[in-house]
């Protein structure tokens, strides 16, 4: 299991006790102390952008660096302070943000983040708490926050879905086919779109702006728990048979059954089911029926620029 970033408090100021040592050289001895495997040493955050298990390490740094216990000689390098070498002495059992509460630098580092957060909510905004004794990482929490949000978001969306009307339903599939570049216009897609409603369809959209291939669409705005199973699934496929259509997608509000899921699997021709999970996701990702509130934009030190 990977550490959390106050567990590595330790063994990170530990690790300068020789001396100046490189940053990536402590993440993989820590890497081994831990008995990480291959997995979670290359285990990446939900964006993609960085490793846990390296973000961790930096945050531990960080902190101990903010309490005065590290220092950075160079790009990519630290070393014990005399505070920092003073502590080790004391042979600690563990390091953590309440330990560091004795230092006036961590004191003070985390006056000013709080300072900051009541700044902030005087003038309306309302920015998740800052929480030192979590085990999560202020990117982790920051993303674990991000990630709450957007599941409160989803629900409310599927549930204005669900009691929309059927024509409603169907400009949503429009819009959101044609944000994700099918369909050329909006007005080509809906007429598309609307046109067929026979024999299992409910329309057919151009894959690409120039109309070069079709894809067959099928909409069931149903309520939680009334899923679709496998003769819906078989009815698509031979309404798609009949059109000597090569490709459909399938969209409900509600989920699939299992056998459902396996009948598209088992047939010969492309079905992409999308349940209402997958319907609101999209439609955030594409902003279909809400829209960007706030930016936040994350940034870290550019190290080439102080060399």
Not at 216 to 229: D, H, L, P
Not at 230 to 235: C, G, K, N, Q, V
Not at 285 to 306: S, T
Request: aromatic share 10%; proline share 4%; net charge negative.
């Amino acid at each position: 299991m990977i550490p959390d970033y106050q567990t590595l408090m330790l063994p990170v100021l530990k690790s300068a006790s020789q001396g100046e040592i490189k940053t990536t050289d402590v993440i993989d001895r820590l890497a081994l102390e831990f008995n990480l495997t291959e997995e979670e040493k290359n285990a990446f955050l939900p964006s993609g952008g960085k490793k846990i298990f390296y973000d961790r390490v930096h945050w531990a740094k960080s902190y101990l660096k903010q309490s005065g216990l590290l220092h950075y000689p160079s790009r990519g390098y630290f070393e014990l302070t005399d505070a920092g070498r003073a502590e080790l002495a004391k042979k600690p059992k563990r390091i953590d943000n309440q330990y560091l509460e004795k230092f006036e630098g961590y004191r003070s580092f985390k006056a000013r983040l709080n300072s900051k957060k009541d700044t902030e909510n005087e003038i309306g905004s309302s920015p998740p708490p800052i929480t030192f004794n979590s085990d999560l990482t202020p990117d982790e929490a920051l993303r674990s926050a991000h990630r709450t949000i957007n599941d409160a978001l989803a629900s409310d969306l599927l549930q204005r879905v669900r009691e929309a009307s059927p024509q409603f339903f169907e400009e949503l599939i429009i819009s959101l086919l044609v944000a994700m570049g099918y369909g050329g216009s909006s007005e080509e897609a809906g007429q598309a779109l609307g046109k067929s409603g026979d024999d299992g369809v409910d329309g057919v959209i151009d894959q690409d702006p120039l109309g070069v291939d079709q894809i067959y669409v099928q909409a069931k705005r149903y309520a939680e728990g009334n899923n679709v199973g496998s003769p819906a699934i078989r009815d698509f496929f031979g309404a798609l048979s009949l059109k000597k259509a090569q490709k459909g997608i399938f969209f409900t509000t509600s989920k699939f059954s299992t056998s459902g899921i396996q009948t598209a699997k088992e047939l010969g021709m492309r079905i992409v089911l999308i349940d209402g999970q997958q319907l609101t996701k999209l439609m955030i990702r594409y902003n279909i029926g809400c829209r960007d509130e706030e930016i936040l934009h994350l940034k870290k030190v550019d190290e080439e620029f102080f060399e």
